[in-house]
Structures are given as C-alpha cells and as structure tokens.
C-alpha cells in the first residue's frame, strides 16, 4: 500500500509543477502590450515573406 501513497505524491507534485509552468508562461504572454504584439506579428511576418520569396527565386 506504501507504493501507491508514493505514486500519488508524485502525480500531485507532478501535476502542481506543470500548473506552475503554465502559468508562468501566460503571465510572460499577457505582459505585452498590444502595440508590441503587433510589431512582433508585422516582423514574424516580413521574415516569413522574406524567406518565401528566398524559396521561390
């Protein structure tokens, strides 16, 4: 019966670290203001454009 006890603990500290994890990663997503938001998209889309057109020549 001790294993299982041992297993549970494990899932539940697994479990809390992924939910750490996540949140983490919504807070660093959430603190861009939408301006920068924008800029990074107008970037990510140049460079994808750049590089398609890199493919085709």
């Known amino acids: 019966m001790r ?3 041992i297993l549970g603990l494990a899932a539940f ?5 992924s939910g750490a994890v996540i949140v983490r990663a ?3 997503r959430r ?3 939408p301006e ?3 800029d990074r998209l107008r970037t990510r889309l140049a460079e994808a454009s750049a590089a ?5 020549s």
């Open 3 to 5: 294993w299982w006890k």
């Open 31 to 33: 603190a861009y203001t």
């Open 52 to 56: 398609e057109s890199g493919r085709t």
């Open 26 to 28: 919504e807070r660093r």
């Open 36 to 38: 920068e938001i924008r």
């Open 13 to 17: 500290a697994g479990v809390a670290a």
